[in-house]
């Protein structure tokens, strides 16, 4: 139980880690593929390349890489700290946040796993890791192997987020650093100069005395505030400084909190949402908007769907019955979907699960209960739904969007409304109660699905949404905006305006006022790879009853508690309670 508290502790970051500045290095050895034998302490990575924890591998010079690489280093424990690591339970190893799953080793032996490696695929991404070491497997002033095996599953890939480090678990020298807000979510809803308050609380046996070095910038990179303020803190005590940002536009702010003091740093970061029901970005539809998305529902029906059920017999339950779907798309392109429904004969609620960018959705990832059907599905290109299209990964989001009847997105979105064909088609499905979720290219995929087709959805959940906003978008993150720089720079035959026009027609901002039915958005204010400001932009465009709920601790991976969170709320508005 004391193990599993400081974990806690340290994840919360209310253990500082002091001594991982002198035992961890800055940089690692690092490799892209996937040997077993990397995690061995007698293996040579000589020639391996060095790369810096906390930054994605694709900004340090492996350009769109993604699936499996290794992090290595050696670390000498110094046998000075080792009274210390007995009173205390042994180390604490931190290796940060990770896109998306890590496996970590240390000497070779299994520490810990975050996430679910391929074909269970699961991502880990917004958790931080934090493995606890015993005592008895340290080797006391001698090298130790630090090796921690990562999947990436699209987009940025690696240690991409601190803290990263090793310390003695419960070090007494205890320091909080956090924000106090009027609202738990860090949103600020009132107009008018935004003020926040900024707690510092030492538990340490003496005073704490310092600077605190306070930075603020827009999510587009605007400096808002650089200030220093000095601070005493008294044993035992907690002090609360204010920080003075003036009037802000609608929209998100990072903000840095940098604590300077005699014996150690301490950073804390975070993000503030300012109004962001009040964030504008305007539609940019073509002329022909509405034509090209009826052509497309028209050639879709032109297809016969040739629907067809394999029952899984080895997955099935007393409760509950799962099929593999496999059905006809846009283009007769075949996609595949799992489809879960209950034994016991009767009329259910379904919910259409859509996937995220390159996930494989497997039956995991759906409605747990045996209260509902669920269909899970995997759209062209994904999964095991690329017989006819699989342009990869990276690479999807730019197949053939030189071309708006061929783009990729096109087909995409009619998967999921032939997915909506087939649950209409079943007697056990109640047509008037049908639900898409989904998360990141999910949550567009759950915005374009419910604006498709508006008379046959009921409620629409996505988070995180991806596929928002574009010309913002590039601006505020770096991916997919990389894929397109380097596309521009191999085409400069193409004008860059054709591909906006292109993105357009499946931008879920220019599609969000189609959607009928209520909608309850989630997004994670740490979100690097769909910032807050895209989220908001598609939500302040739908015209029907809307909710969001925002993580302010998350990033583009929200925690677990979400989904028992939208699945209560699709029961309530279902009647299900």
Avoid at 262 to 273: C, Y
């Amino acid at each position: 139980m004391k193990k599993n508290l400081i974990t806690l502790l340290v994840l919360a970051g209310l253990v500082p880690l002091i001594q991982a500045q002198n035992l961890l290095k800055f940089e690692w050895k690092f490799s892209t593929g996937d040997d077993p034998a990397w995690a061995s302490t007698g293996y040579d990575d000589s020639d391996w390349m060095k790369i810096q924890a906390g930054t994605p591998w694709e900004d340090q010079g492996f350009g769109e890489y993604d699936g499996y690489a290794w992090y290595r280093q050696t670390v000498v424990v110094p046998a000075t700290l080792k009274k210390d690591a007995v009173k205390n339970g042994g180390f604490i190893l931190c290796v940060g946040k990770i896109d998306d799953v890590d496996v970590t080793y240390w000497n070779g032996e299994f520490l810990g796993q975050t996430g679910k490696l391929p074909p269970n695929y699961e991502t880990g991404y917004g958790d931080q890791r934090a493995y606890e070491i015993s005592v008895d497997k340290i080797k006391w002033g001698e090298e130790n192997t630090v090796a921690v095996r990562v999947y990436d599953g699209g987009g940025g890939g690696g240690i991409y987020a601190d803290p990263v480090g090793l310390s003695v678990i419960g070090l007494k020298e205890l320091v909080v650093i956090k924000p106090v807000m009027e609202r738990e979510d860090h949103i600020v809803l009132e107009e008018g100069p935004v003020k926040i308050n900024l707690l510092v609380e030492n538990n340490m046996d003496r005073s704490l005395k310092g600077a605190i070095e306070i930075n603020a910038i827009s999510d587009f990179g605007e400096e808002i505030l650089e200030e220093s303020q000095e601070v005493k803190v008294k044993s035992g005590s907690s002090k609360n400084l204010a920080i003075e940002l003036g009037n802000l536009d609608p929209g998100f702010y990072k903000i840095s909190a940098v604590l300077q003091s005699e014996s150690d740093n301490k950073r804390a970061n975070f993000v503030i949402g300012v109004r962001p029901e009040a964030i504008i970005s305007p539609q940019d539809r073509p002329e022909d908007f509405d034509n090209y998305w009826m052509r497309a529902r028209r050639e879709l029906d032109a297809v016969d769907p040739q629907f067809r059920l394999i029952r899984k017999d080895s997955l099935c339950t007393e409760t509950r019955e799962l099929f593999i779907l496999e059905m006809r798309s846009l283009g007769n392109i075949l996609v595949r979907g799992w489809y879960i429904r209950p034994v016991k004969e009767g009329v259910y609620p379904a919910i259409l699960h859509v996937q995220g960018y390159s996930s494989f959705m497997v039956p995991e990832g759906m409605y747990p209960g045996d209260d509902m059907v669920a269909l899970g599905l995997n759209i062209r290109g994904h999964g095991f739904s690329q017989d006819h299209v699989s342009p990869g990964f990276p690479g999807y989001i730019l197949h053939n969007v030189d071309d708006k009847e061929r783009y990729i997105y096109r087909g995409a979105y009619m998967d999921c409304i032939r997915a909506v064909d087939f649950l209409y088609s079943r007697d056990e499905v109640d047509t008037t109660r049908v639900a898409v979720e989904g998360g990141s290219q999910g949550g567009a995929l759950s915005f374009a699905t419910a604006a498709l087709d508006n008379k046959r959805i009921d409620l629409c959940v996505p988070y995180v949404p991806f596929l928002s906003d574009f010309r913002d978008y590039f601006k505020v993150a770096g991916w997919p905006a990389g894929e397109f720089v380097t596309y521009f720079e191999e085409h400069p035959e193409i004008h860059q305006d054709e591909i906006y026009k292109t993105l357009s027609y499946i931008d879920i901002k220019n599609l969000a006022p189609w959607v009928k039915a209520p909608v309850l958005m989630s997004i994670g204010l740490k979100d690097v790879t769909c910032p807050p400001h895209i989220n908001f932009a598609a939500y302040n465009q739908l015209t029907v009853p809307r909710e969001y709920y925002v993580y302010p601790e998350a990033g583009h991976g929200l925690p677990g508690d979400y989904h028992r969170m939208k699945y209560e709320w699709i029961r309530k508005k279902f009647n299900m309670e």
